[in-house]
């Protein structure tokens, strides 16, 4: 499942990182333009105060876009490896005939060995649940797993969607920005001080 998530994750990612790589490129290619055209751009923006203002506020941008991508992407990311295992391990522990309280001390001791999650109050809940209607408990923890890994993957489903949403907004308020800084703003200056050099 986390291999399917994180696939998902990808392909949310995908549209706006390519549109973020191409904005990127374009202070390149604006000051590429104006070297074109005869204005010396490059020089604006390495040798005058307006143009290292420029740079500090074009990466600060960029940086604070890069960082906020980071955070986004980490926090749509799914931790929990195995929804449903502690259910599903139990069921099999169950399974084999033995008792719920060796069961249950079998399938924790695993858990903790390999540092996995337990699924919290669901695995008490079945048993309990179990007991009082006097049914097989491996049936319902089964389809406890499955709900659980269900409820996990349309969590997951649902966080890529929105990522591929919130990923516009730091390329709109920090990029686009910076794009703006850093190509347009020392052509202009390049062309305004050439023209005012001229006369």
């Not at 307006?50 to 604070?64: P, R, S, Y």
Request: aromatic content about 4%.
């Amino acid at each position: 499942m986390l291999v399917h998530v994180q696939r998902e994750v990808a392909t949310a990612l995908a549209a706006p990182v390519a549109t973020a790589r191409m904005v990127l490129a374009l202070p390149v290619v604006g000051l590429l333009f104006g070297a074109l055209l005869g204005f010396d751009t490059l020089g604006v923006l390495v040798a005058t105060p307006i143009g290292w203002g420029c740079l500090v506020v074009g990466a600060g941008l960029i940086l604070v876009a890069v960082r906020w991508n980071a955070r986004l992407v980490r926090r749509a990311t799914p931790t929990r490896a195995a929804p449903g295992l502690e259910c599903e391990l139990m069921a099999i522990a169950v399974s084999g005939g033995g008792s719920l309280v060796q069961a249950r001390e079998v399938v924790t001791g695993a858990l903790d060995r390999f540092g996995l999650p337990s699924d919290g109050d669901h695995l008490d809940e079945v048993l309990q649940l179990s007991h009082e209607a006097g049914i097989p408990a491996a049936e319902l923890l089964r389809a406890e797993a499955d709900e659980l890994r269900l409820a996990a993957d349309a969590d997951a489903r649902s966080g890529a969607a929105a990522l591929s949403v919130r990923l516009m907004l730091p390329l709109g308020l920090c990029v686009l920005p910076a794009f703006m800084v850093l190509g347009v703003l020392p052509l202009m200056v390049a062309v305004i001080s050439s023209t005012v050099s001229g006369f």
